[in-house]
Nanobody, 128 residues
């Protein structure tokens, strides 16, 4: 059974930081790209970061570029998203998925290898 389980969300003050985790089981971790997405209240879901475990390339959308780091630990089958300088507008439910799709500037970047699995999300609330 394929599972992606997010953790690490919570309440954090503006300017703070956190690390989200996405633990993956049931498919070949190293042969896939893993994406982080978020959905803020009243807004559409957006892709924010991606790591392609085949070549370790990483991608970020502009709103988190420079204050976020995506990484993976193959021994733990886990992908992390570390975010700092958090802002109230970062408040959202954060999801990981076995696919990527995000805007970098005006360019849409997508990785989809036929696997479309999603976690249930973890809520991040940033207070001002």
């Amino acid at each position: 059974e394929v599972q992606l389980v997010e953790s690490g969300g919570g309440l954090v003050q503006a300017g703070g930081s956190l690390r989200l985790s996405c633990e993956i089981s049931g498919f070949a971790f190293g042969d896939n790209a893993i994406g982080w997405f978020r959905q803020a209240p009243g807004k559409e879901r957006e892709g924010i970061s991606c790591i392609d475990n085949r070549d370790n390339n990483t991608y970020y959308t502009d709103s988190i570029l420079g204050r976020s780091t995506i990484s993976s630990d193959s021994a733990k089958n886990t992908v992390y998203l570390e975010m700092s300088s958090l802002r109230p507008e970062d408040t959202a439910v954060y999801y990981c998925a076995s696919r990527c799709g995000l805007y970098s500037g005006d360019t849409y970047f997508s990785v989809f290898a036929g696997l479309d699995y999603w976690g249930k999300g973890t809520l991040v609330t940033v207070s001002s």
